[in-house]
């Protein structure tokens, strides 16, 4: 498991990276791309579920449009994916069934 600003951390980068490889370029994955960043920034929502939810925009762009995915851009959102899944630490607190 690893801390949350390390998830986090490495969620900016792969939007950055993204931000480099995508193709093609358009409006409204421009649009997308700045969103997903400006809700990074702002770490008011858990990195996973900002990154879980630009693959599933991303994934719609693409299935609409009929875009093909670059290697470079299907290895990022592999990374997307492993990152949406990953959990930080469990607070190491007592359990209790009462409260």
Do not use: C, N
């Amino acid at each position: 498991m690893k801390t949350r600003k390390t998830i986090a951390a490495e969620a900016e980068q792969v939007m950055v990276d993204f931000a480099r490889v995508y193709s093609p370029k358009g409006k409204k994955m421009d649009a997308l791309i700045k969103q997903t960043q400006a809700d990074l920034a702002a770490r008011q929502v858990a990195p996973q579920q900002i990154i879980e939810k630009f693959m599933r925009l991303r994934y719609e762009l693409i299935l609409r449009a009929g875009w093909h995915i670059s290697p470079a851009e299907e290895a990022l959102l592999k990374k997307m994916a492993e990152i949406s899944r990953e959990r930080s630490f469990l607070p190491f607190k007592r359990y209790d069934p009462w409260f």
